[in-house]
């Protein structure tokens, strides 16, 4: 990307957080605070460029708003930066974060969402009543017309920007889905780290069939959103001070704070270092999501002045008991994929050996229909899906059974067992249009749920629509460029064979708008999961990806 582009899509994300028409004085101002030494007449010539490109549309004198064309390309457009973005976006939240609990003024940061109903808000209220939110202080406003209501609630990041204010450095990792155990916090069962990767964490997990927050309430047992940061141990008796005042004041949230060097909730903590936990800002929305209740959740974390907030409740409970120790540590995906990659033994020659499935169940019953729609969706997309699969038999329950599919690891397996070294990197969401391109990745080593498990959650494939733009899965490899003509070798083959291979990337090359690093070249390969998204897509209930194991390529069957 030039740095002239890299200018405009700055313009374009300054204009997708104005409210109102904005004119190049303001953005110059801002772009001078991002590090963009651009004067206001670089300014109007850069957005005379974006509004030729139909991204940004002239207000009369007031200045410039972004358009939906804007937005779009604003998402789509610079996925490779995005995933470092994210990461910067949290810093930037914390450092604008300027609250202070001695007078209760200032800004915090806030998650907002639109709700349809009053019940929703009774919702919030019995989460908030319940201890299981950062903050019982929300904004309401009614929008539009009578039936939605903007909500805002207060970000865990709040916290964090509290803490720097107080010279105490925060660095936030983390965030996951923290299993509760007869109301004790017992451990993460799921991570996604704030770095690589675009889209949140917590954004990740707002989910139906993820959360159970209210049975967290009900009963004790469930799964709730929760972030993990690390502060220096020196500052962990200021930090527990900061904490009480804040309580007092009804910012609170805090779910545990660890001793020096102490593991906590399955995350290591180096020494020197506390690890400190924080209910998700998220988690009422999610609840009314559980309840069946419409809501829009807005992806952007802003910043908002407290005094515009006000109690829901009293927040007078808290439910959750001490957190269990000495719980095993939660591993990434790519650690746990590993072992089974070692395990790759396929022989292009003899087309025979081990290779990783993915194994998802279904109800016995659907088996044929499901059957129907995978080779339909072959036929229609004979270039980007994998053709292979097994029938297999559920482990016990008899009334379901399994379709194995090819995982793409097991291209890594191949070529690692034939002395080239390839490393997945991220699972993406890919675009299918004329340019084809990444709109969402999740770097592999950053997570410890698969992302294509996630988009797959989220309903984020498209793959049997019959429009000129489908959404598929596909996964980034990077392989040193010293091996490329032997990859190439082996990769050809198994292209030949049925193996989804999208493209073959030249160093330094965006490959579909993704980076791998220098002196590497990139491999873009379908996702075997792309079959079990065309039969979740045509509404039949699907346990994705219930299971990886090795089997036998020669006993797979074909579309």
């Given amino acids: ?164 204010n107080e010279k105490i450095p925060s660095q936030p990792l983390y965030g996951g889905l923290l299993k509760i155990k007869d109301y004790h916090p017992d451990k993460f069962t799921e991570l996604i780290s704030y770095k690589k990767t675009s889209i949140t964490p917590l954004e990740a997990f707002i989910t139906p069939g993820m959360t ?60 020197g270092m506390v690890g400190i936990v924080i209910v998700g800002g998220i988690t009422p929305f999610c609840a009314i999501q559980e309840s069946n209740h419409q809501i829009d959740i807005k992806k952007a974390e802003e910043i908002q002045n407290f005094e515009k907030l006000s109690p829901l409740s009293m927040q007078t409970k808290k439910i959750l008991k001490n957190c269990n120790k000495n719980q095993t540590k939660v591993p990434s995906l790519l650690s746990k994929s590993w072992n089974l990659i070692q395990q790759v033994n396929f022989d292009v020659k003899t087309k025979k050996g081990d290779i990783i499935s993915n194994v998802s169940y279904i109800k016995k019953d659907q088996i044929d229909s499901a059957l129907s729609i995978m080779k339909e969706t072959y036929n229609n997309n004979l270039e980007y899906v994998n053709p292979y699969y097994k ?42 249009n004329e340019h084809p391109l990444f709109i969402d990745l999740i770097s592999y080593n950053s997570t410890s749920i698969d992302p294509h498990k996630i988009f797959l959650a989220k309903n984020m494939t498209s793959i049997t629509e019959n429009t000129s733009t489908k959404k598929i899965l596909a996964s980034l490899k990077e392989i040193p460029y010293v091996s490329r003509d032997k990859a190439i070798y082996y990769i050809d083959i198994l292209e030949k064979i049925g193996f989804s291979i999208y493209k073959i990337g030249k160093p330094r090359e965006l490959i579909y708008n993704a980076k791998v690093d220098k002196y590497n070249f990139g491999v873009v390969t379908g996702s075997g999961l792309n079959l079990i998204c065309s039969i979740k897509e045509k509404g039949i209930n699907i346990d994705v990806k219930a299971i990886e194991k090795l089997m036998p390529f020669e006993k797979m069957d074909k579309l």
Wanted: charged fraction near 25%.
């Fill in 391 to 432: 029938i297999i038999k559920h482990p016990h329950d008899d009334d379901k059974i399994g379709i194995a599919t090819i995982c793409s690891l097991s291209i890594d397996g191949l070529l690692i067992n034939n002395g080239i070294m390839s490393t997945p990197q991220y699972g993406g969401l890919l675009e299918l």
């Fill in 1 to 164: 990307m030039s740095e002239s582009d890299d200018r405009m899509m700055e313009i374009l994300r300054i204009l997708n957080e104005q409210e109102d028409p904005t004119g190049s004085k303001i953005i110059a101002d801002k772009l001078k605070n991002k590090g963009f030494n651009l004067g206001e007449r670089a300014v109007r010539y850069h957005m005379k460029i974006l509004d030729e490109k139909g991204y940004t549309k002239r207000i009369g004198y007031s200045g410039r708003r972004i358009t939906e064309l804007g937005k779009e390309k604003l998402d789509k457009g610079l996925v490779y930066e995005q995933v470092d973005f994210v990461n910067s976006k949290i810093k930037e939240m914390i450092y604008l974060t300027n609250f202070s609990y001695m007078n209760q003024k200032g800004n915090v940061v806030i998650n907002t969402a639109t709700i349809y109903d009053e019940e929703a808000i009774n919702i919030m209220k019995y989460i908030s009543d319940n201890g299981l939110s950062v903050s019982h202080y929300f904004h309401l406003n009614e929008i539009k017309n009578e039936d939605e209501i903007e909500i805002q609630t207060i970000c865990g990041t709040t916290i964090d920007g509290i803490l720097l």
């Fill in 212 to 271: 159970s927050i209210l049975d967290i309430i009900d009963n004790g047992n469930g799964y709730i959103p929760a972030n993990f940061r690390l502060i220096p141990s020196i500052s962990r008796k200021k930090a527990i001070n900061i904490f009480e005042n804040l309580k007092k004041i009804g910012i609170s949230g805090i779910i545990e704070i660890s001793e020096d060097g102490e593991d906590t909730l399955g995350i290591p903590v180096p020494q």
